[in-house]
């Protein structure tokens, strides 16, 4: 299983359809920038995603590492850029990105990404989940967007299509 360095929106998301686990299932080792926890624990105080990283994910924070002038000079937003930074330094990791910038910087640089949906395909290919098609079809109601095109290919690509 690869090692992930986690973007905010995939925790969030997951963290709120209650499938959180996923994150420590998929993944051998994880890792959350030091300015992604920032973001989280920026949101509402009730917000599953905060809960979650104080019982499980403070163990995975990290301080913020030097920063590459490759990643700098893509001007994303405070957490895909920690997120991506680490993921340029440590190649063998993966990033779990959703924003589509960030996903672009990421393949420009041939940094290894996935994101909330591929989460739930893996999930589904793995057997920790019965259906993808719902959690996906869902994903709207949980603050994640994702056109009905994509969602149908995600559904496909976890083997449910038609």
């Not at 925790?11 to 992604?36: C, F, G, H, K």
């Not at 895909?80 to 990791?93: M, S």
């Not at 420009?108 to 996935?114: D, E, M, S, T």
Request: proline residues 6%; glycine residues 8%; negative net charge.
């Amino acid at each position: 299983m690869p090692n992930w360095i986690l973007n905010s929106t995939p925790i969030i998301v997951l963290a709120r359809m209650n499938l959180d686990r996923l994150i420590t299932q998929l993944s051998d080792e994880i890792m959350i920038p030091e300015e992604v926890m920032e973001e989280i624990n920026a949101g509402p105080k009730d917000d599953p995603a905060i809960l979650w990283l104080k019982q499980n994910g403070l163990n995975y924070v990290k301080p913020p590492i030097p920063l590459s002038t490759s990643i700098a000079a893509w001007d994303l937003g405070k957490g895909e850029t920690a997120v991506l930074n680490w993921g340029y330094q440590n190649r063998t990791w993966e990033v779990v990105v959703d924003d589509k910038a960030a996903r672009k910087c990421a393949k420009v640089l041939g940094i290894n990404y996935l994101g909330t949906i591929g989460i739930i395909v893996r999930a589904k290919k793995h057997g920790l989940i019965e259906q993808a098609k719902p959690l996906l079809q869902e994903l709207p109601k949980y603050g994640f967007y994702i056109d009905s095109l994509t969602t149908n290919k995600a559904i496909h690509l976890a083997g449910e299509g038609e």
